[in-house]
Each structure stands twice: as C-alpha cells, then as structure tokens.
C-alpha cells in the first residue's frame, strides 16, 4: 500500500463501540510507549474499540515493518541515504488515532419486523430487561480481562491459589453469592450496589499475550482502572438511559463512580466548571455539596446541607459579590439563606415550600459560585 493511500484512508466502514476521546488517548498510549510490541497492543485496542475486525485486518495488511524504510533521496543535510520515514503502519495507526472524531459510533441494528410490529409499551425498558444487560455487560468486561487485576487469571503453570471473586464482591456489598452473575431478580439496592462495585473493580489491560500452551488462552498484564473505568461509565450510562433510568454513574467528584441523579447537559457542565475551577481552600466543600445533592438517596435534608456548604462559600465572597452585583441583588443571596429555613432554624423564618424551591435555589448558588470563580481568577476582586 502506498503511502498516499495510507494516508487518505477514510476508514468509512469503521465503528468504534469506545467514546471517541477515550480511543485517541490510548492510541497516544500506543504510540507514545517504549516497552514491548506496539504493533500488539495497537491490534488489542482496536479489537477492543471497534465493532469489527476490519481495522486490525486492514492494519496487518499495511504491513508492521518496525523499522521503516531508508529513503535514498533524502538530502545529505539530513544523513543522505541514511534517513528512515515512519514505518507505514505506525503512519496509518496514527492517522485513525489522530482521525478519531471523524469515525462513526456502532448503533444498535434498525428494529426488525417483529420488534416494529410488537407492543413497544408491554416491551419497554423493564428491570428484568437493564439487568439482563448488566450481566451481559459486566461478563463482556471479564472476557476481556478488565477483572483479571481484582479477582486473578488461571494458568495452567501457575498453581497459586486465586483470590475468592465472590468474596471480594461480598466484603464491598454486604451480599453472599453475587460472583459469577446469574440472571436473577435482584432488588433495585442489589442491584444499583452492584453497577458502583463493579465500576471500582474494572482496569483495563493494555497488553496482553496469547498462552498456547494446554490450549491456556489470554493472560492480561499493565492494568490501569483509569480508563477502565472511563469505558465502564460510558456503556453503563448508555445502558441506564437506553433503559429509561434517570441515574448516571458520576465521572467526577466526591461521588465517583456512584450513581448520582441525571441532569440535562447545561447544567452537568455547570458542575463540571464549579468543581474544576474552584480555588483549592473552597473545592472540597464543592465537591461535597454536589454530592450531597445529586445522590441517588438525595433528600429533602440533603439538599439543604448542599445549599448550606454552598452558602459558606458564597459567605466567604460576600464583597466580591457585593462588588460586581451590587449590594441589594447580592444581599438577594443570603437573604434567602437567612429567611427561610436553610440555615439558621429560627421561628419567623419561612418553612412551608416545596422541594423545587430547593432544587432552584441549589443551582442559583452553584452558578454563582462558579461566577465569582472566574472573578476570582480574572484578577477583577
């Protein structure tokens, strides 16, 4: 294959089944690492990533010549008839890593005739169905080693004894017997305990080495829990809202990786900016409040405490507000702190509102923390 057609490949009939950012940083991985075989993990990851076989097959046929090829035209400047160029699959995996936002998502097939003839009502989204999926999805990430690193892989010329899987999962959840998931009626505790155990369990290996010998099959090594558990995020996510479910698995915080309430994107990256940007003495009190708020067990009392934290902080920037906004709309602030019971509990305050006012006055505070943070670093206090 010629360089020019390494090059303007378009990788039309690619799908990735990865987040798109999450394949490019570990194609940097594989291009930027100095141990082992490149070319190996290079086809691991794409098996991986894709739905198909077609990049790993196209990858090979470019060839995998490590060294590259001597161009004799280079100019003696540069070591005439010594210069190598780039070894043209490491040219082509490059360009696929680099082209990552271009390739298509794999999609679920367009319903057959049965699925669009059916009750789509009686069909729809039921517990029975998410966990089916769950236990598919979770075996999909043993099979391919993500739990090798927590509960240990066989060999056949290692006769050390394994830990017992079942036992760790039983000493993070409280529960017997949950390792190897059944299909089974879980209750909903079990079974949301189960998506957050499992999120901390994952690490994804980034090589791996085919054991031929009694036919021992894929032993898994380099394991990092970083982009594991980015991937396990992604697919359970996808799973929780294909199934109708209003919980995510939260990718940052104090509540990582726990199942925390979904918001619309507005104002999920409203909390991205907040805990992101606020200065170091005030971002753990944050990172707290988010949590208390956006929990799957969130109360009425919890989004008080949130509001509260969150007022300690503004308290904190009280001049500042006053400063930019003005004294009567940033008195707005704590006023309503003080007037209703958030804070200070007395008889004439104002107790008697519903839980939306909470939710509405949780997210005024949150923009205005994240606005006095960038006053803050702006320099403008």
Same mark, same amino acid.
């Given at each position: 294959m010629s360089d020019d057609a390494v090059m303007s490949h378009a990788?039309?009939?690619?799908?990735?089944?990865?987040?798109?950012?999450?394949?490019?940083?570990?194609?940097?991985?594989?291009?930027?690492?100095?141990?082992?075989?490149?070319?190996?993990?290079?086809?691991w990851?794409?098996?991986?990533?894709?739905?198909?076989?077609?990049?790993?097959?196209?990858?090979?046929?470019?060839?995998?010549?490590?060294?590259?090829?001597?161009?004799?035209?280079?100019?003696?400047g540069e070591g005439w008839g010594q210069a190598?160029?780039?070894?043209?699959? /490491?040219?082509? +995996?490059?360009? #696929? %890593? @680099?082209?990552?936002?271009?390739?298509?998502?794999? &999609?679920?097939?367009?319903?057959?005739?049965?699925?669009?003839?059916?009750?789509?009502?009686?069909?729809?989204?039921?517990?029975?169905?998410? /966990?089916?999926? +769950?236990?598919? #999805? %979770? @075996?999909?990430?043993?099979?391919?080693?993500?739990? &090798?690193?927590?509960?240990?892989?066989?060999?056949?010329?290692?006769?050390?004894e394994l830990p017992d899987a079942a036992q760790i999962v039983e000493k993070r959840l409280g529960i017997a017997g949950l390792w190897p998931l059944v299909l089974q009626t879980w209750d909903e505790g079990t079974f949301y305990g189960l998506v957050e155990v499992f999120h901390d369990l994952v690490s994804r290996p980034r090589s791996r080495y085919y054991?031929?010998?009694s036919q021992c099959?894929?032993?898994?090594?380099?394991?990092h829990n970083g982009p594991g558990r980015e991937l396990y995020r992604w697919k359970v996510n996808t799973m929780l809202r294909e199934a109708g479910l209003e919980y995510e698995l939260a990718a940052e915080g104090d509540d990582l990786g726990r199942l925390v309430a979904v918001t619309d994107d507005a104002r999920g990256d409203l909390v991205h900016q907040a805990m992101q940007q606020t200065p170091v003495g005030a971002v753990g009190r944050v990172r707290h409040a988010v949590a208390l708020y956006r929990g799957r067990e969130s109360d009425v009392?919890?989004?008080?405490?949130?509001?509260?934290?969150l007022a300690g902080v503004l308290?904190?920037?009280?001049?500042?507000?006053?400063?930019?906004?003005?004294?009567?709309?940033?008195?707005?602030?704590?006023?309503?702190?003080?007037?209703?019971n958030l804070r200070h509990h007395r008889d004439n305050q104002l107790s008697d509102?519903?839980?939306?006012?909470?939710?509405?006055?949780?997210?005024?505070?949150?923009?205005?923390?994240?606005?006095?943070?960038?006053?803050?670093?702006?320099g403008t206090s």
């Amino acid at each position: 294959m010629s360089d020019d057609a390494v090059m303007s490949h378009a990788f039309t009939n690619y799908e990735l089944r990865w987040p798109a950012d999450l394949f490019a940083s570990e194609g940097q991985r594989v291009l930027s690492g100095k141990r082992g075989s490149w070319e190996d993990r290079a086809s691991w990851l794409m098996t991986e990533a894709f739905s198909s076989t077609t990049p790993v097959a196209d990858f090979e046929d470019v060839g995998t010549d490590a060294g590259g090829d001597v161009d004799p035209w280079s100019s003696p400047g540069e070591g005439w008839g010594q210069a190598r160029r780039e070894p043209p699959a /490491r040219a082509w +995996f490059a360009d #696929l %890593v @680099n082209r990552a936002g271009e390739l298509r998502h794999a &999609a679920a097939p367009r319903p057959y005739w049965p699925q669009r003839h059916a009750d789509r009502e009686a069909e729809r989204g039921t517990g029975h169905d998410v /966990r089916r999926t +769950f236990v598919r #999805l %979770v @075996n999909e990430f043993s099979d391919n080693g993500y739990l &090798a690193e927590a509960f240990g892989q066989e060999c056949v010329d290692d006769s050390s004894e394994l830990p017992d899987a079942a036992q760790i999962v039983e000493k993070r959840l409280g529960i017997a017997g949950l390792w190897p998931l059944v299909l089974q009626t879980w209750d909903e505790g079990t079974f949301y305990g189960l998506v957050e155990v499992f999120h901390d369990l994952v690490s994804r290996p980034r090589s791996r080495y085919y054991h031929s010998y009694s036919q021992c099959g894929w032993h898994y090594a380099e394991f990092h829990n970083g982009p594991g558990r980015e991937l396990y995020r992604w697919k359970v996510n996808t799973m929780l809202r294909e199934a109708g479910l209003e919980y995510e698995l939260a990718a940052e915080g104090d509540d990582l990786g726990r199942l925390v309430a979904v918001t619309d994107d507005a104002r999920g990256d409203l909390v991205h900016q907040a805990m992101q940007q606020t200065p170091v003495g005030a971002v753990g009190r944050v990172r707290h409040a988010v949590a208390l708020y956006r929990g799957r067990e969130s109360d009425v009392e919890s989004k008080r405490s949130a509001i509260l934290a969150l007022a300690g902080v503004l308290e904190e920037r009280r001049e500042l507000i006053i400063k930019h906004l003005g004294k009567s709309d940033g008195g707005v602030l704590f006023q309503i702190a003080n007037q209703f019971n958030l804070r200070h509990h007395r008889d004439n305050q104002l107790s008697d509102y519903p839980e939306a006012f909470l939710d509405w006055i949780f997210w005024w505070y949150l923009a205005t923390v994240e606005l006095t943070n960038r006053l803050l670093a702006s320099g403008t206090s």
